[in-house]
């Protein structure tokens, strides 16, 4: 009877290390409701905002005060597609002096997806960081940012860092598995999420002079240049979208899986707004279309709106930790009040619960096991 316990020690001790994360993952886009339990309920929240919207996911917030004018789902976790290099770019662009010279290896392109968006960076060629840079942000180059992730240490530093930088920023609904936003399982954001990257970054004069340039120069070998256009359609007017007047940028994406996805900001008469646009399902300039659709109702009706949430603030720079309420945990898990398509809390709790039944059930079997073996040789 001592001999036959289900569990040793060892898998006693695998469940827990197995339990451990699961346990401390879940609370982190499941039970918190970052920027107000109203951003975790379905659908529309807001009145009087534009219609025919398509977007799955989408959100208007006043750049400066912080507050979430309207939303869509706003902590609805989906495919980020290149909005998120602002995350990358606002976790390396300190870094390195835009001044700085670097000369690319094959190495540096060896783990490029296929398929990517490239600016056309070649081994062998010297470039400056500010070049690279503007590789990242007008061409959405995977090359450019693989470039800078090696120049900072590496593929899985500059992930990890990036992850640590959306905690810190408190983007709870993020997973990063690549710098560089292309298809990845498992890659995630939500468009509450990507407007505080966008937020937190335009805060760098340099994100915000990078975003906001239209054309560059770029090295082609020798003294040869071939110059690049941003890909923002409404800050170049291309391909029929006509440009948003005083919109500062930000970042666009797209891949076959994420489909679009935008945020864009905009200043006028002293105010800023940020809006970002995911996943619409009409229309290959829809999101651009939309976007400008609710930077037009922010800066009127907007104006008078009453807030519906706020972009919380940076831990490290004094922002308050979001922590969960019984309210906040029922609307993330499925509860009235929660994001249509957005993960249940209640199902990963409910895993995590199991995982943690069975290392108790493990326990157990060990302590009668020796209780068993105590009995047998006293």
């Not at 070998?221 to 071939?226: A, N, R």
């Not at 949430?309 to 831990?315: A, I, K, Q, W």
Request: charged fraction near 20%; proline fraction near 4%; aromatic fraction near 6%.
């Amino acid at each position: 009877m001592h001999g036959s316990s289900p569990l040793s020690r060892r898998a006693v001790l695998g469940l827990a290390a197995a339990a451990s994360p699961l346990v401390a993952a879940t609370p982190a886009h499941a039970a918190t409701v970052v920027g107000g339990a109203r951003l975790a309920r379905p659908g529309v929240q807001g009145t009087g905002l534009p219609k025919k919207l398509t977007a799955a996911a989408w959100l208007v917030a006043d750049g400066d005060t912080g507050e979430v004018l309207a939303s869509c789902n706003a902590h609805k976790r989906l495919a980020p597609a290149s909005t998120l290099k602002m995350l990358f770019a606002d976790t390396v662009l300190k870094k390195f002096d835009r001044s700085e010279r670097y000369k690319v290896t094959d190495a540096d392109l060896a783990d490029v997806p296929s398929g990517s968006s490239l600016v056309g960076i070649k081994p062998g060629i010297t470039y400056t960081v500010e070049q690279l840079w503007q590789g990242v942000f007008l061409r959405s180059g995977n090359d450019a940012v693989h470039v800078l992730s090696h120049m900072n240490g590496g593929i899985a530093k500059t992930v990890a860092e990036m992850q640590a930088r959306a905690q810190d920023l408190q983007a709870l609904d993020t997973h990063v598995v690549s710098p560089d936003g292309f298809d990845h399982k498992g890659q995630l954001s939500s468009a509450y999420d990507l407007t505080l990257f966008a937020r937190h970054g335009l805060k760098n004069a340099d994100f915000r002079g990078y975003c906001h340039t239209r054309t560059a120069n770029f090295p082609a070998g020798g003294k040869k240049t071939f110059q690049i256009q941003n890909t923002d359609r409404l800050l170049t007017g291309a391909w029929g979208v006509k440009t948003y007047d005083g919109l500062i940028g930000v970042k666009n994406g797209y891949t076959s899986h994420a489909g679009n996805t935008f945020t864009g900001a905009a200043t006028r008469d002293g105010r800023t707004l940020l809006v970002t646009v995911m996943h619409p399902t009409s229309g290959y300039n829809a999101v651009y279309e939309e976007t400008a659709a609710l930077l037009d109702w922010g800066f009127g009706k907007g104006s008078s709106a009453v807030a519906v949430g706020s972009l919380v603030e940076p831990l490290s720079e004094g922002g308050a930790r979001a922590t969960p309420s019984r309210k906040a945990v029922r609307a993330a898990a499925g509860a009235p009040g929660a994001g249509a398509g957005s993960p249940s809390g209640w199902r990963l709790l409910e895993g995590a619960g199991g995982t943690v039944a069975l290392l108790a059930g493990g326990v157990w079997a060990l302590r009668r096991r020796r209780k068993d073996q105590g009995e047998h040789t006293g």
